[in-house]
Each structure stands twice: as C-alpha cells, then as structure tokens.
C-alpha cells in the first residue's frame, strides 16, 4: 500500500488523489491478520456516509468484519475488481486493492486521530 | 491459563498464527486455509490434534458401562475396531461426540473434544455407579496427530506402516522406533489415519512425517482449514451443530444409532421415540444462491416465517461456493430443493437445502 496515506485504529487507510478526493481502502496488516478474503460488499456510487460509519463488510473464511469510513464523503467510484474477485486482496503482486473514492470536504478535526503508516505499524505490531 | 500441546514451538517456528481454541494456544493457519484445504484434498496434510482428550475405560463392566453412555450398541463393536458415538444425557440431548476403540475386552479407548473434557469426565463419573470399571483421563500423556489426504496413506506406507488397519479400525504398530497406536479416522471426508503417541515422541514424529511427506506434497494445516474441511464433509462441530439440547436423531445422525440395542441407555425413551416419529427440528445442508456467507447464528426464513438458525456456514474451497448447515423445523415441506433464505446483516439472501455431505468422501477406500 502507498506508504504516505494515513491510518485509522480501526485499519483502513485514506490517500489524498487530488483536492478533497481520497481513496480509502484496508491496510496491508489487517488484510494480512484477516487471512483468505473471500467476500466483499461495496456501497453504491453515490451514498454518503459520516466518519466512522460502516462503508463496507469484508469477510474471510473465518468470520465477518465490517469497515468504518475514517473521513466523511460521499462515494465517486467503486473498486469494483475486489467485489468479484476478493482473493486479489491476499495477492501480495496485485495493486489496485482499494475500496471506494470519494469526495470529501472533511476538515482538520476529522484527520486528527488518524495516524501516519509508520506511526500505525509501530501500534499495531 | 492456555495449555499448550508438545508441539507449540514447532507451530510458532513454522509461522504459524496462534489462535485460543477450547483453552489450547493451537495453530489456525501456517500459510491460508484455502491453500491447505486445498492440500488435503488434493495430496496430503498434517494436523496437530493434542487438544483432543483421551480416556480409558477398562475393568469388568466396561462394556456395561459404555453401552449405558451411548446409543450405539458396543456389545456388536469388536477388538480393534471403532465407533462413532454419541454420549446422551437422559433427555437424548448430546453431551458429546466421541469415538470408542475396543482395544481388546474390558479394555476401551474413547477420543473426545477438548471443549467437553469437564463436562465429559463428570458424566461418566456420574454415571459409575454400581460399574466394576476405571475411568482413567489419559489426554495430559498423549499427543494426536492426523494425516490425511488422498495420499495419507501411499506416505505411511512408504515410512515403513505396510499394513494399515482397515477405515475404523485401530492398531498398535512401530514407527520411527517407537510404539504408537494408529487408526483409520478422520475429520476431513478424505482417507487418512490418526496417530495417538506418547507426548515426548511427538516432535520427533511431527517432524519426520513432514520430512518423509515432502515427496507427497505434505503441509501442516492448521484449525481453520480443518473447519472448512469438516463442514465440506458435513461433519459435525460440538459447540456449532451439536448441543445439550439437541438428540442424535435431530443432528441427522439416526444412521449411527443401534435401531435394536436391547440394553438401557441415557435417553433411550426419547430417542426411540424419535427414530419413529423425528424430533422436533433437523439439521439441513443448504448452499446459498444469492452470493453472501451464512455463519453460526444467522436466522433461517421460508418468507417472512422464521424457521430456524444457522450452526455452521462458511466457504466451500473445493464445490466454489457458499454452503451450511442449519436447524429448521422438522417439516415435510423443507426438503432437498427447497428455497429458504438466510437472514445476514439484516436482509435476507436467498439458499437452497441440498444433499449432505457437500464433496463425495473419499475415507472408505479398501487398504
């Protein structure tokens, strides 16, 4: 994953693209921690969510886990490539492994929390 | 505090990732369960399965004994042979699943979940009374490992076991210098044996089988592709499809149940009764049609009628799709073929019952 976006505690990371649109997405160690993917569930185009809404569910052979937005925004593309073939997330080659883009008008207070990658590895290894 | 079996540090040198499992630190995976799924299916795999208890039951009335625990009529069972068994309590309700070797008369070996060792013991020392028998807990001495696959067997007999005992049957045989039992079980659907071994062995063995299966493809799986592989298979889980208030005949296991047992046995009653007329829900196999994964717990709707609860649900790696098991009522009207829906994260996918188990089993090959 593109080492400058930054990450929730809740493992997903956002990446700015361009002004006030971002891709979001799972971070490497927690699609690592959740083993084989095997279903993904995507929202719409269009939906909008708040900061720390589920977006998304994910599960793997063992279990079920849903995805929470770390911003607010409102959805403009779909990933949808991982929707059918979730085992592309567990492909260490693959790169095109984001969720959803969306456009956001989030302001300082909603990034606060979220943390630089090398500031999330060191938490969560 | 979580126990360990003799072969954790072989575990966390192969990378494994630990899980707690019934107050054991075991592995769940080494690479991903689907690929060691897929490696039981298709080759041979290796399984650490210490946490699995064992007791002997021995003395004059161990036969007695026994035949009072389970459905299953153990006066038929003979020397080296083994059971699938249920222990009932006296509603028929399941205690435990278990398999009883007859290792020779008055002399019988019992394996059982590592979940029910309390509850286990305490019956059938509750259950002694008035029984010239010993119950002796031997699980702290013995390590249990399985290997299993199409070419379980073609590995064993290479590492020097010619003669394999024949599908459930158990014998005493010698292996890399040391004396070991090895039966012709398993909980995979594949052929495959199960080496019960003394616990300072058990490194020594682990790591030569993984030396000598090389040649055969052999890996270590770990818990979570043995879940997939026993759901395939439509083998029971204690805990998930199998409980204290649900009856043999329920868990759809009325073909393990001796229909003319004379002697009396925990439930008998109940489940007589039942063979007769069903109990008062069955366990269905359904794959889903709609694309979503049923898990233990989901809600089971004909419409808008509830009509039961998922108890195992998951991936099929081999069939590609998503299939389960699950207590609905015991209707006419709910057979192969019927369309029923699961209830997941609060809407409704469609499923279909079908035949059980999901993949042909391949454990009955002759020798």
């Not at chain 2, 030396?211 to 395939?232: H, Q, V």
């Amino acid at each position: 994953m593109n080492e400058s976006a930054l990450c929730s505690k809740t493992h997903e990371y956002v990446l700015e693209l361009q002004d006030n649109q971002y891709e979001i997405g799972l971070t490497d160690y927690a699609i690592e921690q959740l083993g084989d993917i095997v279903f993904v569930e995507l929202p719409e185009a269009g939906s909008e969510f708040e900061k720390n809404e589920v977006f998304a569910t994910i599960e793997s052979v063992k279990a079920a886990s849903e995805v929470y937005m770390p911003i607010s925004g409102k959805v403009i593309a779909v990933n949808e490539a991982i929707v059918n073939a979730p085992e592309i997330l567990n492909d260490e080659t693959a790169e095109d492994k984001w969720f959803i883009k969306i456009e956001s008008d989030a302001d300082q207070v909603e990034f606060a929390d979220l943390l630089d990658y090398s500031d999330y590895k060191e938490e969560v290894e | 505090m979580t126990k360990q079996t003799f072969l954790h540090d072989k575990h966390i040198k192969l990378g494994a990732k630990m899980v707690d499992f019934a107050g054991w630190h075991m592995p769940v995976q080494y690479t991903s369960i689907i690929e060691e799924h897929n490696t039981v299916r298709n080759a041979v795999g290796l399984f650490d399965v210490s946490h699995m208890g064992e007791v002997v039951v021995k003395g004059e009335d161990a036969l007695p004994f026994l035949n009072k625990l389970v459905p299953q009529d153990l006066t038929k069972l003979v020397e080296r042979k083994a059971v699938y068994c249920q222990m009932t309590n006296k509603q028929g309700g399941i205690i435990d699943d278990l398999i009883i070797y007859k290792i020779e008369d008055e002399k019988y070996l019992i394996i059982f979940n590592a979940s029910r060792t309390d509850e286990d013991l305490n019956w059938m020392v509750r259950n002694k009374k008035g029984f010239y028998v010993d119950v002796i807990n031997e699980s702290h001495n013995y390590s249990l490992l399985a290997v299993q696959g199409p070419k379980a067997c073609d590995l064993m007999r290479s590492i020097g076991l010619e003669d394999l005992p024949p599908f459930f049957s158990i014998k005493r045989a010698e292996l890399f210098d040391v004396n070991l039992w090895i039966s012709r079980t398993g909980y995979t659907g594949e052929d495959g044996v199960e080496i019960l071994v003394r616990n300072e062995f058990s490194e020594m063995l682990w790591d030569n089988i993984l030396e000598a299966g090389t040649n055969f493809g052999i890996k270590p799986i770990g818990l979570g592709a043995r879940d997939t592989l026993r759901l395939e298979a439509a083998l029971h889980l204690y805990g998930n499809d199998l409980d204290e208030d649900t009856t043999p005949v329920e868990a759809g296991l009325s073909w393990s149940v001796s229909k003319n047992k004379i002697d009396d046995y925990n439930g008998k009653a109940i489940i007589t009764e039942q063979l007769l007329n069903g109990g008062r829900k069955k366990l269905a196999g359904f794959k889903m049609l709609d694309r979503g994964i049923a898990r233990h717990g989901y809600e089971v709707y004909d419409g808008d009628k509830k009509i039961g609860v998922v108890t195992s649900g998951g991936v099929s790696p081999v069939r590609g799709d998503n299939i389960g098991l699950a207590y609905i009522e015991n209707s006419p009207e709910y057979k192969i073929d019927s369309k029923i829906s699961i209830m997941i994260r609060d809407k409704l996918y469609a499923a279909q019952i079908i035949k059980k188990p999901f993949v042909t089993k391949r454990n009955k090959t002759e020798v």
